[in-house]
């Protein structure tokens, strides 16, 4: 590797995306087969003739796979949508205005309601809960601890006897701190709330049993585990009070109208079981590179760990590691590890172009000026110990540039 840019580079930021995968790649494939033979496999799954009928048979075999792989009780409690942001806005607002009708059934529409987050969750969650604010839906915004981790005596404290829905995250995507999720459900349901996670970063990093954990709602993204980018899923527990976000055709069972990306489900249904198959080893070789990697950075000076992630930790995600420079600002890091030829992040790639600090930090009470210096090096699939030391050589670098 040299200090010029070029063609070649070590891609260190899984968290944003994580680079197509062969299982993926193979399931798309007679997707892209040009002309009308094509339609055979990509005809329009809604439609009644035979080429229509054999995509939908295809889209709906992989909506079992899917539901399988995230123990999901049954198939149609799986929502194909455009991705995690779709999936986490059709959440929010399908299941608010869900419970919202029936309080109205019940008698009860002139009851206010009340909707709990936490301050650290991605902004596909905070900008839907800033539009029911505006709606008049009162939202409370628990802070996490200075490790990262939202704790269930704080959701206790939250709760009222008219919360109808609370939102965790699994797993940050800052700085990878895993969530109590089943026991905060628990509490949620006891008070008698809805509970809704976005799942994204959790799913292929670690096990994630959507019966198991007992929510009402999820959020999964294809392309934060190898599948392509536009596809995802929102599960839905039947039975679930849901007003649908998407309005049209009907599809998806009148829940998300607009016509199926066939091609994307299949590759998303290959990407998920193989990163599930893989889990529980790819975890663990992850894992020991982030300690490594937590390991090496501790003594050099200029950076400290944001969070102490102690050796073997299973209560942080495997492939995150995060970083405070000082007095070095993030887009001067990103920049400068981009001309050695690796990519890193400052933060969550949707906030990217952002110059306010980042809000998961503040909200754990590190301050606006350490936030500024973060720095988030996110592993996967294909990254290799050679990758590691490579960073750890261009780090001594852009500290002492």
Known sequence: MTDQASDSFIYLDYAATAPLCEEAALAM??????????????????????????????????RRRVARALGARRPDEIIFTSGATEADDAALFGLVRGAAQQRRLAGQGDRPLHVITSAIEHDAVLAPCKRLEAEGVSVTYLRPNRDGFVEVRTLEAALTEDTVLVSVQAANSEVGSIQPIRELAAVAHEAGALFHTDAVQALGKMPLDLQQLDVDAASFS?????????????????????EAFLLGGGQESGRRSGTQNVAGIEGFAAALEAAQAAQEEESGRLRVLRDALYAEIMPLDGVQATVDVEAGSEDYLPNIVHLLADELESETMVLRFDQLGLCVAGGSACSSHSLEPSHVLKAMGITGDEA??????????????????????????VLNW
């Open 222 to 242: 294809a392309h934060k585990i190898g599948g392509p980018k536009g596809v995802g899923a929102l599960y839905l527990r039947a039975r679930t009070p849901f």
């Open 29 to 62: 494939e007679p997707f892209q087969v040009p002309g009308p033979m094509n339609l055979a496999v990509n005809a329009n799954a809604n439609a009644l003739y035979r080429l229509g009928r054999g995509a939908f048979d295809l889209m709906e075999n992989a």
């Open 372 to 397: 500024y210096n973060a720095l988030r090096v996110s592993m996967g699939r294909y990254t290799t110990r050679a990758d590691i030391e490579a960073f750890l050589d261009a780090l001594k670098k």
